[in-house]
């Protein structure tokens, strides 16, 4: 990553620290360690987002690979995710012990107080960048991405006066856009922070003048609802990772009247798509068909298919994921749905569901419900919602009546729910749990997923 | 029960479920500040639909979200009329 310009005016700022690009330029976060960490495969697992960025910075084009941990994944998965990308390096923050984090060989400690170093490094290695995104089996799946396939979409100007933000961890794929951004147009960056509330968050970035700001559709309304949405004054609003409806278009655009407000499709696999500028919720028909220079999109079956140079290299560790179909192109598994001349997304064909931005996988909520023993089946499904754009929901179908017929129906729900609380992340609980008498199947005997 | 005291029996209920310890209700406490996170007010969004029939905050209208206590429960008194 070349980060020229005049450096020590442009800060990436965290939520405890800032430090400017001049400094960064002279110097390491990584204690000098550096050259350590050549040609290996490392792990980047620091709570802070400020450490990640500056670990990344320091590593793109000496290490092997860069695998970027958002601090809130499960534990358990960590193991699963050192030997799949067979990691050999853990980069933490300094003055931690890392936690559990088991012992791969050379663990090198971040700061932000970055130390003087010589930086005339070589920094030609192709580096590989791996994404975690959640699994339909629970695991995540590893996502590799080169810097070419990553900044595809950033123009390259230069952007100095820019102040860029972010609600998004940059260790997922919408920030880390903003992040390489940032780095890649000359611009500042205020990263939000672990525990920050969204008042603190929106305090600190007005503090430091944001100009550009990202989020998606849940984070938007989350800062509406906030006392302090009116402390930022961006000239530039984005949203992604959700489906952005008109309602949060709208008020949005009522509330920062001068704000110029974009919503874009993008997702780890397939790459930044498209950004839509007309203000209105869904994108105009004619995108889906056209061959662009850089992006070609088809809607064969019904969901979105995206070939560009943007899309993910590979997956690593699943021999069962197909990234692309036989055309080279990447289902993203969104269904489409013409209305006039534009398109609209219509859920999910997995039935996947998104809350809050914050995937959802119906089996695997199915998969607790149906271990009471009272339950003979379950669907799992999204149910519309204006604050997080959807919730889960539970159909539930019994089994054969008990011996005893004074079983109540508040009591058997209250039990799943239970059931559901004790094993599954908050998000994933079902906000409602509906006792029906029968699912339907479709033709070829499965479970007919739909959308709310 | 008033529109009011049905608003409010969920908001406890709904803290209770998510094991949040919630704030005094008085009309100006900021949304944010009551205990509840957006997953709580998700949830209480669905069950006010299911137990009012309205959900204000999809109406379509570009109505500004609410940002206190008084708010919430004027946006529901507002469409229940």
């Known amino acids: 990553m070349s980060s020229a310009g005049s450096l020590s005016h442009r800060f990436l700022w965290g939520s405890a620290a800032g430090v400017s690009f001049g400094d960064l330029r002279e110097g390491s976060a990584l204690g000098g360690r550096t050259e350590e960490l050549r040609n290996r495969s490392v792990l980047v697992a620091t709570k802070a987002q400020l450490t990640a960025a500056l670990a990344l910075i320091e590593l793109d084009g000496v290490a092997r690979r860069l695998v970027l941990w958002p601090s809130d994944l499960r534990r358990e998965d960590l193991p699963f995710v050192l030997n799949a990308a067979a990691v050999d390096a853990i980069v933490i923050d300094e003055g931690t012990s890392g936690g559990d984090i088991p012992s791969v060989g050379c663990v090198v400690p971040c700061s932000p107080k970055v130390e003087p170093a010589t930086r005339d490094r070589d920094a030609s290695l192709a580096t590989e960048w791996v994404l975690l995104t959640s699994g339909t089996t629970g695991r995540p799946k590893l996502v590799v991405h080169t810097m070419e396939s990553l900044a595809g979409a950033i123009e390259r100007v230069t952007a100095e006066s820019v102040v860029w933000s972010t609600f998004y961890d940059i260790r997922r794929y919408g920030g880390l856009q903003i992040f390489l951004r940032t780095v890649l147009t000359q611009a500042s960056l205020v990263l939000s922070g672990e525990q920050e509330s969204t008042r603190d968050f929106l305090a600190r970035a007005g503090a430091h003048g944001v100009t550009h700001i990202s989020g998606t559709p849940s984070h938007w309304r989350r800062a509406l609802m906030s006392s302090s949405a009116h402390m930022i004054a961006p000239s530039y609003i984005r949203l992604s990772g959700e489906i952005a409806d008109q309602a949060i278009l709208d008020r949005l655009q009522s509330f920062y009247p001068h704000a110029r407000i974009a919503h874009a499709f993008a997702s780890t696999e397939a790459g930044v798509a498209f950004e839509v500028n007309d203000g209105l919720a869904g994108f105009p028909a004619r995108f889906v068909g056209e061959t662009g220079p850089e992006v070609e999109m088809n809607a064969k079956n019904g969901t979105l298919r995206i070939r560009s140079r943007r899309n993910a290299a590979s997956y690593i560790g699943q021999q069962n994921n197909v990234l692309r179909d036989e055309d080279g192109f990447v289902d993203t598994g969104d269904m489409l749905e013409l209305q006039g001349d534009r398109y609209y997304f219509a859920g999910r064909r997995d039935g996947m569901i998104n809350v809050g931005g914050m995937k959802v996988h119906p089996e695997e909520v199915e998969a607790v419900i149906n271990r009471h023993p009272r339950v003979r089946m379950s669907l799992v499904h999204a149910r519309r919602n204006p604050i997080t754009g959807a919730l889960v929901v539970a159909d539930v179908v019994l089994g054969r009546e008990p011996d005893h017929a004074t079983e109540r129906r508040d009591e058997l729900q209250r039990e799943i729910l239970q059931l559901c609380k004790s094993m599954l992340p908050r998000h994933k609980v079902p906000a409602k749990i509906n006792i029906v008498p029968a699912l339907t199947f479709d033709a070829a005997g499965k479970l007919a997923r739909h959308d709310a | ?81």
């Not at chain 2, 100006?28 to 959900?55: H, K, N, Q, T």
């Open chain 2, 1 to 81: 029960m008033s529109v009011q005291s049905e608003v409010l029996t969920v908001f406890r209920l709904v803290a209770e479920e998510h094991s949040k310890t919630l704030a005094p209700l008085v009309d100006d406490l900021p949304l944010l500040d009551s205990g509840l996170d957006s997953l709580c007010f998700a949830v209480i969004v669905a069950r006010l639909e299911d137990v009012l029939g309205v959900d204000p905050f999809s109406s379509g209208d570009d109505a500004p979200f609410p940002v206190t206590v008084g708010d919430f429960v004027k946006a529901y008194e507002n469409a229940t009329k």
